[in-house]
């Protein structure tokens, strides 16, 4: 008997030391990561220059949107037609951080400040992104978008 609880204790502590050293291993990096950050990038500037092609070839199939204040969820046709309704003037993408969710998504969060003109009054906003990134094709697509205004 002392020798069956002697190997389960062997047993447990070889099960525990493994596990610890997996815990301790550190993350590796998403290798979507930088590329995802340009495309974000592409993202913005196709908005701010009014390419409703390029941007509509960035948004997945699928794609939902929510602005904060906002009265629902919007889809890829009502963010590609919101280019007529806001021009955006400026802005400033910082704080990426990049977290692979499989092997074929990722969840892209960072902070912005912009400004434009909406109905001809200036807007600006200080707004955490969440964003959902998916390979779809050869390429990768926004799924999601969050967006969330600071103080």
Not at 50 to 64: M, T
Not at 94 to 99: A, I, P, S
Not at 118 to 126: E, F, H, R
Request: charged share 25%; hydrophobic share 40%; with cysteine.
């Amino acid at each position: 008997m002392k020798m069956i609880f002697s190997a389960v204790a062997c047993l447990l502590l070889s099960v525990s030391a493994a596990t610890a050293q997996e815990i301790q291993q550190p993350a590796k990096a998403s290798p979507a990561a930088p590329s995802l950050e340009a495309k974000v990038q592409k993202v913005w500037e196709a908005f701010k220059n009014k390419n409703k092609v390029s941007l509509g070839a960035s948004l997945a199939e699928g794609f939902r949107e929510m602005e904060e204040g906002g009265s629902g969820f919007g889809d890829k046709k009502a963010e590609i037609a919101s280019v007529d309704e806001f021009e955006l003037t400026s802005y400033v993408l910082k704080d990426f951080k990049t977290k692979s969710l499989g092997p074929h998504s990722a969840l892209v969060t960072y902070s912005a400040h912009y400004e434009g003109k909406t109905a001809g009054q200036l807007a600006k906003s200080d707004s955490i992104f969440g964003e959902v990134w998916v390979h779809e094709g050869n390429d990768w697509k926004v799924l999601y978008i969050q967006e969330t205004t600071v103080k």
